[in-house]
């Protein structure tokens, strides 16, 4: 028989309250106070955005031949890589008319990154397309595109831009067409053709 091992005891700490226990006179107060503000924040009224009228379970009625395409820097360039022309693939696309539609944020984003979307520009600048005048302040593409979409919900959205699709695609109604594997894709409209 061997000899049994013994564990040692040490002595038991006593607890102590932490200083931000609510148990403590001086936390007590700020308790209430604060209980009071969550329930003052309850009675807030919060709008719920309006639903275009033009929308029946997601599904826009307002979007009709000729579509109204607004085209993104993205896009613009991935179209120059593929070497697509951009209103015979829209229609190929859409078997319909397009409208290609380019705001001033595009042009001035276009002509910032200088010399390698030089092509692009060029594209961009074409009379056959139609020119949206910005009123906002700064030319940053994405927030003028989205904000665009959400006051009217007549456009295509035109980008490979994977943030851009991520924000469009929690606006209700709109639809997205790409650039993928030298041609372009639509998802989100419902008469499309499926190839």
């Known amino acids: 028989m061997g000899v049994q091992k013994r564990t040692r005891k040490y002595a038991k700490v006593k607890r102590i309250i932490g200083q931000k226990d609510a148990r403590l006179k001086k936390n007590q107060g700020k308790g209430e106070a604060e209980g009071k503000r969550k329930a003052k924040g309850d009675d807030i009224v919060r709008e719920i955005p309006q639903v275009s009228s033009s929308l ?28 697509l022309e951009l209103l ?24 910032k990154l200088g010399q390698k979307y030089r092509i692009a520009l060029r594209i961009a600048r074409d009379e056959r397309w139609e020119r949206l005048k910005c009123d906002h302040r700064g030319t940053y593409a994405d927030d003028c595109i989205v904000d665009r979409v959400m006051k009217h919900k007549i456009y295509i959205v035109a980008t490979n831009d994977r943030d851009l699709k991520r924000r469009i695609r929690k606006v209700p109604g709109v639809p997205i067409m790409s650039v993928a594997r030298g041609k372009y894709a639509i998802e989100r409209l419902p008469d499309a053709p499926e190839k």
């Open 88 to 111: 015979s693939t829209m229609m190929d696309c859409l078997y319909a008319k397009c409208i290609p539609i380019i705001t001033d944020c595009v042009m001035a984003e276009l002509e």
């Open 56 to 83: 029946f379970f997601q599904y826009n009625t307002a979007l009709v031949p000729p579509y109204s395409v607004l085209v993104d820097t993205n896009f613009l360039s991935h179209t120059v890589q593929h070497k």
